[in-house]
């Protein structure tokens, strides 16, 4: 036993080593093994340890002596180093909101001060004038929390002693928290965090599961979600120590759930603090010790116990004074920047209580949470699976998930700009890993008592597999008689079948929207995420013909083509589109178009016809020109309109002795612009 242990000591030994090195390369861009003789190649060794780490683990499995929280620590040791090869190959840097984040951390070191001015000049952010409109204080503006600079502190220091010392070296590193050993050490922060709060998350599911199942939850979800784009490819976002602040709090929550001390209650309070000041949507999660709290003193209402009434208000009042002590840090930043200890800031997106889009937050292409990272929904419908162990807990975190998927749906920008996956529920992550722990615990146990439907849906998935390679050879794709480049084979066979069922993972919200406007649910995938006025912010929506209008174009249209930069499409007699819209609302239609003239040809008028309804004729003149019609809220709808284009003559050049071309045109068009009427 002794020596199975000391086996695994040497290799996670060697694994920390590397960690470590490749963590001094990206912060000093040096190897400090280097500068000791030790011409090692991390990435190189790091795969032998790794495999060492992974043998000996697997035999301490066997043998039963070690515990699983040992086991997951020791591969999240592994696990940090092999993100400092992806944060290194991937090249990850400070970047996107990081700089704002950034900022408050470079003031706090340097000016001691919050007043971010002077900071985002020397960050490069002196063009961007809306940071710099004075706030009641006659501070520069700042829409992003403190938080996430206060949990980089530690290595920003040591990032800090690095340039110091290269600089005294005499290497060209500024000293002045802007050179890259600065930035570099929020990159290894943001991984050092989201690994600790993969290990909380862990823990959590470790509460209402074995170590195995909460393992590979952590697992699946950590490489299979979006949260692993924000550990190594842009860790300076605020996503990993976020995630980490509400593991902590809701494994501390779950953990000491029906036993909980003064101190614990006064715990759990500081940090409901620190994860709102991490991201103030983090205080959702308040939700599960409240909704806790709520239920348990309505106990003593019903059966009168002084003792314990003021026991539980004892512990509220401590819970909400503590969470007060944890959120001072932000509060202090908001006195500092607008006055107030509690602020909105005007260059934050707006919340729209009234209009969230919490099933396009969800499910739709543009950064839904299932449909970027399917693994999430494993977890999502495995929460309920909590109910048999923990009816309480099971209502208590479906609420708060149900809370963050309205609140994120509400905001203005509601797919989260730039972004890699739905990013802005990095704070499910804990619930979701639970989930999916209990999802799969549940699944290994009906797969052993319905062997043959798994067998069937296995074979299943090898007659799709052959189905869809038909489809590649009667399309042509597939040669028959020679060599065949798999690779755009299988995306032809992915094509096919996204083409027959649309994205499973975009269920139910694409088949809804399909059945409601007699669409596929392929097309549904990109005409409901693309419906014109569903983006506040844009009033408006544009079908550039000849341009990207494959959803929109239906009948009565001809190839693209270019004139000069413009492109169009001829339009026979009677030409076609579909638009989508998020809502209805009386909307000027404008049409850029020329018509198809010849020889004392005759006026072309134009009827635009909207759902079935038709108004009056417009004149298009046979040069390019914009005709324009008001079009009232009631011939709208939501979800997909029918426009008709329906033109006064369409005549075949060919007939004209002019050319060949044995089209009937009518006129080119180049785009239809619709725009919110005020």
């Known amino acids: 036993m002794i020596q199975t242990r000391m086996a695994i000591g040497g290799p996670l030994a060697l694994v920390a080593v590397c960690g470590i090195d490749l963590a001094g390369r990206s912060m000093a861009r040096a190897s400090w093994l280097a500068t000791l ?11 032998v340890a790794g495999a060492a780490t992974a043998a000996a683990l697997w035999a301490l499995h066997a043998t039963g002596t070690w515990s699983a929280d040992r086991a997951v620590a020791a591969v999240l040791l592994l696990a940090f180093s092999a993100g400092m090869v992806a944060q290194l190959r991937l090249g990850a840097r400070l970047q996107s909101d990081g700089f704002y984040y950034f900022a408050h951390l470079r003031s706090l070191w340097f000016d001691r001060d919050d007043d971010l001015a002077n900071d985002y000049r020397l960050l490069g952010f002196g063009d961007k004038a809306r940071l710099f409109t004075p706030t009641p204080t006659g501070h520069a503006q700042s829409a992003w929390s403190v938080g996430p600079s206060l949990a980089w502190a530690p290595f920003f220091a040591v990032g800090d002693r690095i340039a110091l010392t290269l600089a005294a070296r005499g290497h060209a590193v500024a000293t002045d928290g802007t050179s890259y050993p600065y930035r570099q050490a929020v990159c290894v922060a943001g991984l050092f965090w989201g690994l600790v709060g ?17 393992a590979l939850a952590v697992s699946v979800v950590a490489l299979g979600s979006f949260i692993l784009w924000y550990l190594v490819k842009e860790p300076s976002m605020a996503h990993a120590p976020s995630m980490a602040a509400v593991a902590i709090f ?34 959702l999660f308040v939700l599960l010790p409240a909704i806790e709290w709520t239920v348990t003193a309505m106990g003593p209402w019903r059966s009168p116990s002084r003792q314990n009434l003021l026991a539980d208000l004892r512990h509220g009042l401590l819970f909400a004074a503590l969470a007060v002590v944890g959120l001072l840090p932000q509060m202090l930043a908001w006195k500092a920047i ?25 499910w739709s292409s543009r950064n839904g949470l299932f449909a970027m990272s399917p693994v999430l929904y494993v977890g999502a419908l495995g929460l309920p699976l909590l109910w048999r162990r923990d009816r309480l807990a099971t209502v208590a975190a479906l609420t708060a ?28 992550m804990p619930l979701l890993v639970l989930g999916t722990a209990l999802a799969l615990e549940r699944s290994a146990a009906w797969v052993a008592r319905h062997s043959r439907i798994v067998v069937g849906l296995a074979g299943l998935a090898f007659v799709i597999w052959n189905l869809t390679l038909m489809e590649a050879a009667i399309g ?34 694409n088949l809804l929207f399909a059945l409601r406007n007699g669409i596929t649910p392929a097309e549904a995938d990109m005409l409901w995420p693309n419906r014109f006025l569903a983006d506040p912010a844009r009033p408006y929506g544009r079908v550039d013909l000849g341009g990207n209008d494959e959803l929109a174009v239906l009948e009565g249209w001809h190839r693209p083509e270019r004139d000069g930069s413009t492109t169009f499409r001829w339009a026979s007699r009677e030409a076609t589109l579909r638009v989508a819209l998020d809502h209805a609302a009386t909307l000027r239609v404008q049409i850029r ?15 635009l016809t909207i759902n079935g309804v038709a108004g009056p004729p417009l004149a298009l003149p046979g040069a390019w020109a914009m005709v324009e019609a008001l079009v009232p809220r009631e011939q709208w709808r939501a979800g997909l309109n029918d426009v008709r284009l329906t033109f006064a003559r369409g005549t075949r050049p060919s007939d004209l002795g002019v050319s060949t071309d044995q089209r009937y045109l009518s006129a080119a068009i180049d785009y239809l612009h619709v725009v919110v009427e005020p």
């Open 37 to 47: 003789g030790m011409a090692l190649e991390p990435s190189s060794v790091l795969m």
């Open 198 to 214: 993969l290990f909380c998350c862990y823990r959590l599911a470790r509460v209402y599961t074995t170590g195995g199942w909460a």
């Open 250 to 283: 809701t494994w501390l929550w779950a953990a000491t759930r029906g036993r909980r001390t003064t101190w614990q209650w006064a715990a759990l309070g500081l940090l409901a603090g620190v994860m709102g000041a991490m991201r103030w949507q983090n205080v």
């Open 338 to 362: 607008y006055g107030t200890w509690l602020a909105v800031s005007p260059i934050s997106p707006q919340i729209r209580w009234w209009d969230s889009h919490w099933d396009e937050v969800l």
């Open 401 to 428: 998930f149900g809370a963050m998927v309205f609140l994120n749906g509400a905001v203005e920008d509601w797919w989260g700009g730039s972004a890699f996956g739905g990013r802005r529920f990095d704070g499910t």
């Open 476 to 509: 042509g794709a597939l040669q028959l008689a020679a060599p065949n480049a798999l690779g755009a084979i299988a995306g032809r066979q992915a094509t096919t079948l996204h083409r027959w069922i649309g994205h499973p993972f975009s269920y139910p919200a």
């Open 593 to 607: 178009g020329q018509a198809f003239t010849f020889a004392e040809a005759p006026p072309q008028a134009l009827t």
